[in-house]
């Protein structure tokens, strides 16, 4: 190897490896690291069974048909989160726990930079964006987008919207050209 291309591949090394490593950091931030599976930050306390106020915008008749077919397909608990009644649209969305996380059907499919870090969890592509009282997760390899919200109080959050993708793997086909880190 010349001088020049030893070079440029400890230049790209260098670059590389802090990058993966602050990736793989927000992952396993976002994943929940060990012990996540173990539920939420607190220990489960009594929980509401109000309704949970969702909103329900019209769907056409195709995405209609498939959210109604993934409700039908939701477990009655989320781990030991029972499911709520919703507001609105209860054949487009779920809601499970207090604080609620919540299962949307049917909504705006989300813009997604190419360069974006999106999480294949059990067979769904989901891409996640951290608010200040939530993180939402949403299907990015659907023909039909789905939206996961989990409140910040739950850690290992990933490991919740796992809880959902054999659910949204059955019901919602997949569409032919799914962004790049959806597909191995």
């Given at each position: 190897m010349d001088p020049a291309t030893r070079s440029a591949a400890r230049l790209a090394a260098a670059v590389a490896l802090p990058a993966a490593l602050v990736a793989g950091l927000v992952a396993y931030r976002l994943l929940g690291g060990p012990g996540a599976h173990r539920g939420a930050s607190a220990s489960p306390a009594p929980q509401s069974s109000a309704p949970v106020a969702m909103a329900?915008?019209?769907l056409a008749e195709h995405p209609a048909t498939v959210c109604r077919a993934l409700l039908s397909r939701l477990p009655a608990a989320l781990r030991d989160r029972p499911r709520r009644p919703v507001t609105t649209g209860p054949e487009q969305n779920a809601a499970y726990g207090?604080?609620?996380?919540?299962?949307?059907?049917?909504?705006?499919?989300?813009?997604?930079?190419?360069?974006?870090?999106v999480y294949p969890l059990s067979g769904v592509c989901w891409y996640a964006v951290t608010g200040p009282a939530a993180t939402t997760w949403t299907t990015v390899d659907r023909e039909v987008p789905v939206t996961v919200t989990v409140p910040n109080g739950y850690s290992g959050q990933g490991q919740w919207v796992i809880e959902f993708s054999p659910a949204v793997g059955t019901a919602v086909s997949g569409i032919a050209d799914p962004p790049t880190g959806c597909t191995g």
């Amino acid at each position: 190897m010349d001088p020049a291309t030893r070079s440029a591949a400890r230049l790209a090394a260098a670059v590389a490896l802090p990058a993966a490593l602050v990736a793989g950091l927000v992952a396993y931030r976002l994943l929940g690291g060990p012990g996540a599976h173990r539920g939420a930050s607190a220990s489960p306390a009594p929980q509401s069974s109000a309704p949970v106020a969702m909103a329900a915008p019209p769907l056409a008749e195709h995405p209609a048909t498939v959210c109604r077919a993934l409700l039908s397909r939701l477990p009655a608990a989320l781990r030991d989160r029972p499911r709520r009644p919703v507001t609105t649209g209860p054949e487009q969305n779920a809601a499970y726990g207090d604080p609620a996380i919540t299962l949307a059907c049917g909504g705006p499919r989300p813009s997604v930079d190419p360069a974006a870090f999106v999480y294949p969890l059990s067979g769904v592509c989901w891409y996640a964006v951290t608010g200040p009282a939530a993180t939402t997760w949403t299907t990015v390899d659907r023909e039909v987008p789905v939206t996961v919200t989990v409140p910040n109080g739950y850690s290992g959050q990933g490991q919740w919207v796992i809880e959902f993708s054999p659910a949204v793997g059955t019901a919602v086909s997949g569409i032919a050209d799914p962004p790049t880190g959806c597909t191995g």
